[in-house]
């Protein structure tokens, strides 16, 4: 297996997740401060904005603005103005006062795909869910039964899927619709053992195979799109690995999320660098964001 190492990018986060290479900059959320953050790879400068309770997820849209993934809301954020526009809760579901939303991404159409947890660690109560922004209402559910949903990504011809429902330690595969974004055919791809941690975000790279960010495990692993099995790994100097996306000119570039919530004291000074965004070059590319096609109607 090929082993690369990870270069520290940018330090101090409480848990970041949800990185996104667009328009020169890598963005991503701080849950944990509840920030939206831009950084400019190339002068280290870090801007961040206060975006509300647990901000979980940012993507970006068509139009130009951000579509904003907070506790139990979706709103839409113009980096350039400031101006924020909620979604009515009408549109949204109706989610428990101990879940909220997490793990968000557009599919290759344009719809949006976002999953929930439980505050609580609550079994089987939550729940992945897709915006569709060409019909009302614009909310499906899509799955039910998860426990925490996190890793989202499909595959360079948009017609396999690929979800990760952390406490299964498995990313699982679906047959794809692009048209209608119907899931059929769930199967394994890969069962990660408890020593490797819990499986949280992905990134699909530009030949089809997976990264996969390990909780507790202080990697991120490239899955064989053709076996499920492991290739390569990137070690890190942190144990709580929150997600990964390909950025720079590029896009050759993987840009990797920490998370210092939760630690002990004592894991922190073992562990100095939790919560830094670090970087990596493994030999591939990755592929651009796929855009919200907002506004909804």
């Not at 144990?239 to 990797?256: E, H, K, N, R, V």
Request: contains cysteine.
């Amino acid at each position: 297996m090929l082993r690369h190492s990870a270069t520290l990018l940018h330090p101090g986060a409480i848990l970041a997740e949800g990185p996104v290479w667009y328009e020169g900059a890598l963005w991503w959320v701080d849950i944990g401060a509840g920030t939206f953050n831009r950084l400019d790879p190339a002068t280290g400068q870090n801007t961040a904005r206060a975006s509300g309770e647990n901000t979980a997820a940012a993507i970006p849209c068509t139009d130009g603005r951000w579509l904003l993934a907070q506790q139990h809301s979706l709103s839409f954020y113009d980096w350039t103005t400031g101006d924020r526009t909620s979604l009515p809760s009408t549109q949204l579901p109706a989610l428990g006062s101990r879940h909220r939303f997490n793990d968000g991404k557009a599919d290759p159409a344009g719809r949006l795909w976002l999953g929930s947890l439980s505050l609580d660690s609550a079994p089987a109560a939550c729940a992945l869910f897709t915006v569709e922004p060409r019909s009302l209402p614009p909310l499906r559910t899509a799955l039910t039964g998860v426990s925490l949903s996190n890793g989202l990504g499909w595959s360079p011809d948009g017609h396999t899927f690929y979800y990760i429902d952390t406490p299964t330690r498995r990313v699982d595969r679906f047959d794809f619709d692009p048209v209608s974004g119907a899931l059929s055919q769930r199967r394994p791809f890969h069962t990660f053992a408890a020593a490797d941690g819990w499986p949280d975000g992905l990134t699909v790279d530009a030949r089809g195979d997976l990264w996969v960010a390990l909780w507790g495990g202080g990697k991120v692993v490239c899955l064989d799109t053709a076996t499920g099995s492991p290739r390569a790994e990137i070690l890190l100097p942190v144990s709580q690995i929150t997600s990964c996306a390909f950025g720079g000119p590029d896009l050759a570039t993987l840009y990797i999320t920490t998370a210092a919530q939760g630690l002990t004291p004592a894991q922190i000074a073992a562990e100095p660098l939790a919560g830094a965004l670090f970087t990596a070059r493994p030999g591939v590319t990755g592929r651009p964001p796929d855009l919200f096609q907002s506004p909804i109607p």
